[in-house]
């Protein structure tokens, strides 16, 4: 089979993405993937990011398959911080966001305490222009925001509050995927998230989880958290006005600090976040395009997309913060 696919290494000082391109159409990525797994775990642990091109799976059912294939694994999308929609067994749509607006870079959950190690991507349909993927490689990114600022994160940690209320952000039934309270009192109660709710439509939580992890397989630390997606630096100082009078200061719908609670620097935030920027590379989509990452090894975002675009994402092998 590895006869009738070729492989292409990245080009200049990047090691991503590896790209395996089918020769030969009757070749399946799906068979690939189970009978050759440690050659596609070695791919991924060396580039951290791995396009599979020509293999033509287009279609929910082709990479759900896949999916299978990949890994046994598979997690649902629960404590959700963006809109998807299901459309397969824990298929679900890439992030739902407006089309005009960039999705930063970011690790995949990296504001829980469980996370998947590996995120596959499939484009369905492509963007008629834009709707890149970048993704960015976090080494080099924990590399390029310093050995002072990490070692405040992987000490201090990160606290995630969060906000639910009507018609502002995600509602607290599609974060929790449920309208029974007592069933997301038992979840919080078993993931570590404090909740209370505030009044009878307002529910608060908040959450400490790690600023850093280890790469299970490498041992390296690695910057991982999404305080510079959730601070509310991350939004235009309009935006902040107006989120700030319409709820109040004290119920923004998200917001991020050190694990006990004191603000963390902006200056610390924009540095990662220009880290990210500049070693991200971006990924152009090709109509049956998998991409697979190593979730702590690499970052992805979305580009401004024009036309319709339809990308699918599977998360696989679910990992905790105490599990090295």
């Known amino acids: 089979m590895l006869q009738s696919i070729t492989i292409s290494t990245p080009t200049g000082s990047t090691r991503l993405p590896l790209t395996v391109r089918c020769t030969r159409n009757s070749v399946s990525l799906t068979d ?9 775990a070695t791919w991924l642990l060396e580039h951290g990011a791995v396009l599979f091109r020509g293999f033509a799976v ?3 059912e082709s990479f759900e398959k896949l999916a299978t294939a ?16 299901a459309v397969g067994d824990r298929i679900f749509t890439a992030t739902e966001y407006p089309a005009d607006q960039e999705i930063p870079l970011h690790n ?18 492509p963007a008629l222009s834009g709707g890149a993927t970048p993704i960015a490689d976090m080494r080099r990114v924990t590399a390029a925001v310093g050995a002072e600022r990490v070692a405040r994160f992987r000490d201090g940690r990160v606290r995630y509050v969060r906000h639910y209320q009507p ?7 599609t974060v929790f995927q449920t309208e029974d309270r007592e069933a997301i009192a038992r979840y919080c109660k078993e993931e570590g998230i404090h909740h209370e709710w505030l009044d009878k439509d307002t529910l608060r939580t908040w959450q400490v989880c790690q600023g850093t992890a280890p790469h299970p397989v490498t041992g390296e630390t690695l910057l991982f958290n999404q305080a510079h997606l959730f ?13 700030s009078s319409m709820v109040g200061p004290d119920r923004l719908p998200r917001n991020a600090y050190y694990g006990n609670g004191d603000a963390i620097d902006v200056r610390d935030l924009d ?8 070693h991200s590379v971006p990924h152009q989509w090709q109509a049956g395009d998998v991409l697979l990452l190593d979730n702590m090894q ?24 105490d599990a090295v």
């Open 231 to 243: 601070h509310i630096s991350s939004l235009e100082p309009t935006d902040i006005q107006l989120l």
């Open 298 to 321: 690499i970052a992805h975002g979305r580009q401004p997309i024009k036309g319709p675009r339809r990308l699918l994402a599977v998360l696989l092998d679910q990992h905790t913060a």
């Open 167 to 173: 018609y502002v952000d995600l509602p607290w039934q």
């Open 32 to 40: 690939l993937a189970a009978e050759r797994p440690e050659t596609i």
């Open 271 to 278: 540095d990662v976040r220009s880290a990210l920027r500049e």
């Open 58 to 60: 287009n279609s929910v």
């Open 70 to 85: 990949l890994s046994p694994r598979r997690s649902d999308y629960l404590y959700r911080s963006t809109p998807r929609t």
């Open 108 to 125: 995949e959950n990296a504001y829980q305490r469980a996370w998947p190690l590996k995120v596959a991507f499939c484009c369905i349909t």
